[in-house]
């Protein structure tokens, strides 16, 4: 049977991308017991706030327009659109460049994190190695170069794990979090960038400006309402880290943070390789056939009966199995995974097929969902706060909102799966 599977291609780029990411998320897995006993909860924190505030301006970045690639049926507007995506990497990593130059110590000040203050240095830096990487990241996933794609996630995992270790076992202190992860994601992007070489032998010829400002006006939707939801997007996931550093301090933020690293760095390994291979699959069959209700449900169905038995593992045995591994210390946070299970388990099989808003180009709708999703959350947080002074409340609600988003993101999908009569 597991043999007639891999017959089938989307499996076969499941499967390539599936072998690929869970050799990536192996190393830092296995490490993880090493780095907490090397690491303090609070030096997580600190890595934690970093992390969050990259994420977030990732999504200025190529102003979403790489997510435009898979869309053009002719392969020299999808070229050119990556050069207009590269290119505005460029341009706003240098001019973020400047303004924390200017403004890093009230950067600090408002984040009330005196320690940041010198690594908002590294921002621009690592912001750009992003930009390229979710360029080229496309541009691979258009031609299905999923061989490529699972080697740069290898070699991103190998360098993180492997400098995060060293600059620990030097005594280099939390910088060592913070350099391993920005190396990392360079060493990926060289490396996609020189496994790519063939389809960037297009490079080679000269920019055609006109014909960039002219793919910048037919897919501006995608910076107009694409940059402001993925902000809100990732604002969702990334504002509570930097919420929950002035409500609960550095110390509360690193349990928090590995809890979420624990949980969504295996369920992400699966769902990140049926979400590629979905998003190009869905894309073909959306723009030749006008509908993949059947790829969808398919999809479905495989990543909602992955999902069920390690997330009931998970959410019965979360603190056990997090004081045996990473020590007494980090019980608690068991805990907090424990409350967020549930949202972990319709993320799971969720966030891969609600790349139905892209292809279905519903980026308006998305931008309104994730608008609702911040607000409440900012609200949940609050109130776990100011009323209850409790962080488990504040993680419960936080769950809530989240999984209310998952289902209503399902539905829609799956509406939009039907097709343009019924989207």
């Not at 921002?123 to 794609?149: A, C, D, M």
């Not at 891969?352 to 409440?376: C, G, H, R, T, W």
């Amino acid at each position: 049977m597991f043999g007639k599977m891999l017959t089938n291609k989307f499996n076969q780029n499941v499967a390539i991308l599936l072998v690929g990411t869970v050799m990536s998320q192996a190393i830092p897995i296995a490490i993880s017991p090493i780095l907490t006993r090397i690491y303090s909860p609070s030096d997580f924190g600190l890595f934690a706030l970093y992390f969050s505030i990259s994420m977030i301006l990732s999504v200025f970045v190529t102003g979403r327009y790489e997510m435009a690639i898979m869309l053009p049926k002719d392969e020299v507007d999808a070229v050119d659109i990556t050069k207009l995506s590269i290119s505005i990497t460029v341009i706003v990593s240098a001019l973020l460049f400047v303004v924390i130059y200017i403004f890093k110590a009230r950067i600090a000040e408002a984040l009330k994190n005196k320690e940041i203050e010198n690594w908002l240095l590294l921002l621009p830096v690592t912001v750009l190695v992003i930009g390229f990487y979710q360029s080229l990241n496309y541009l691979n996933s258009r031609h299905e170069q999923f061989k490529t794609l699972a080697f740069s996630r290898f070699a991103r995992s190998i360098n993180t794990s492997g400098f995060s270790l060293l600059m620990g076992f030097f005594k280099t202190g939390n910088n060592g979090l913070i350099l391993g992860d920005t190396i990392g994601q360079a060493i990926a992007t060289v490396f996609l960038f020189f496994r790519s070489s063939k389809l960037l032998n297009v490079f080679k010829n000269s920019i055609d400006i006109n014909r960039m400002k002219m793919l910048a006006i037919r897919y501006k939707h995608f910076p107009l309402f694409n940059v402001p939801s993925g902000l809100l997007e990732k604002s969702s996931g990334q504002v509570p880290i930097i919420l929950l550093a002035n409500f609960f301090g550095n110390n509360f933020v690193g349990l928090f943070s590995l809890s979420q690293r624990v949980i969504s760095a295996p369920s992400g390994i699966v769902a990140r390789a049926f979400g590629d291979v979905f998003r190009q699959q869905a894309t073909k069959e959306y723009v030749e056939n006008g509908s993949c209700k059947n790829l969808f449900t398919k999809t479905f169905k495989k990543l909602f009966f992955l999902s069920i038995l390690p997330f009931i593992v998970l959410f019965i045995y979360s603190p056990v199995i997090f004081e045996f591994v990473f020590g007494k210390e980090w019980r608690i946070a068991g805990e907090y995974a424990q409350l967020m299970t549930p949202m972990f388990f319709l993320q799971f099989f969720v966030s891969p097929l609600s790349n139905m808003f892209y292809v279905a180009e519903k980026q308006k709708l998305d931008f309104v969902i994730q608008f609702i999703l911040f607000l409440s959350l900012c609200l949940g947080l609050y109130i776990g706060f100011h009323f209850f002074d409790s962080s488990f409340v504040a993680i419960l609600l936080f769950t809530c909102v989240y999984c209310i988003k998952y289902i209503i993101e399902l539905l829609l999908s799956y509406k939009f799966s039907l097709g343009n009569k019924y989207a």
